[in-house]
């Protein structure tokens, strides 16, 4: 399996060229972390 970008995202286990398993915790915890609050966002 060749790397075909940065790693960017949650952690991962690729299972073969076409799965990708990650977990919920860890997918939540990314999301959180790329939140943006609308009101707290300068221009």
Do not use: C, H, I, N
């Not at 075909?4 to 398993?21: E, H, K, Y």
């Amino acid at each position: 399996m060749a790397d075909r970008r940065p790693a960017q995202g949650p952690p991962f286990v690729p299972l073969s060229d076409r799965m990708t398993v990650y977990s919920a915790s860890d997918v939540e915890a990314w999301l959180r972390s790329r939140r943006v609050d609308p009101e707290k966002v300068t221009a």
